[in-house]
C-alpha cells in the first residue's frame, strides 16, 4: 500500500526484502550498504533510533516496514540488524457471504497494510477510536465495516480463510 520509498536511498533495501521468503532476516552494515548501494549514515551506527519502526519521517522505516518487516534487533557492538516479519494470531469466521472481524483480525489487517490506526480510519471513513476499539474489543465491526474490511483485505492480498473459524498466521 505505501510506495513511500521509490526513489529512496532504501529502495534497494525494500526490493531485497520483498524478494525473500524468509520471516527473519539478519543482516550487517556492509551487507546493507551493499544492497542500497551506498553508505549508511553515522546515526545508523552510533544509535538505534535510526532503526526505529516510526510510521513517519523516516525514508528507511518506510522502506523495511512498506516490505512487511519491523527490526527486531540491534546490535551496534556487531553492527548487525535483524528484521522479521510480524506474525499475529487471528481468526474469522465465515457467516453466509461474509467474514466476522475481530480485534486481532482488524490488526492484522492494518499491520499487513503497514498503516498506523488513523490511516486505518481514513481508508475505512470512521475515527481512529473506532478502529482502536475494534481492536481492542470494546466492539466488533458493524456487518457493513465487516463487508468493507474484507474487500480492504481482498485488494491488499491479506491471507484469510474460507470456512468457518479458520485460524490464520499473517505473515
Known amino acids: 500500500m505505501m510506495d513511500t520509498r521509490r526513489l529512496s536511498?532504501?529502495?534497494?533495501?525494500?526490493?531485497?526484502?520483498?524478494?525473500?521468503?524468509?520471516?527473519?532476516?539478519?543482516?550487517?552494515?556492509?551487507?546493507?550498504?551493499?544492497?542500497?548501494?551506498?553508505r549508511l549514515p553515522r546515526s545508523a551506527r552510533r544509535g538505534v533510533a535510526f532503526w526505529s519502526n516510526r510510521k513517519r519521517g523516516a525514508v528507511q522505516a518506510a522502506a523495511w516496514m512498506a516490505a512487511g518487516f519491523r527490526v527486531t534487533s540491534i546490535d551496534l557492538t556487531s553492527r548487525t540488524i535483524t528484521f522479521e516479519r510480524p506474525r499475529f494470531q487471528y481468526s474469522l469466521i465465515k457467516e453466509g457471504d461474509s467474514y466476522r472481524w475481530g480485534s486481532e483480525s482488524v490488526r492484522a489487517l492494518r499491520e499487513h497494510l503497514g498503516v498506523s490506526q488513523a490511516d486505518m480510519a481514513r481508508l475505512l471513513g470512521v475515527r481512529q477510536q473506532t478502529v482502536s476499539e475494534w481492536e481492542s474489543g470494546v466492539y466488533e465491526p458493524t456487518r457493513a465495516r465487516s463487508n468493507h474490511l474484507t474487500l480492504v483485505a481482498e485488494r491488499a492480498e491479506f491471507p484469510f480463510g474460507e470456512g468457518p473459524d479458520e485460524d490464520r498466521q499473517n505473515p
Open 9 to 38: 536511498k532504501y529502495d534497494g533495501l525494500y526490493r531485497y526484502l520483498v524478494g525473500s521468503d524468509a520471516d527473519q532476516i539478519r543482516l550487517d552494515f556492509d551487507e546493507i550498504e551493499r544492497i542500497i548501494r551506498g
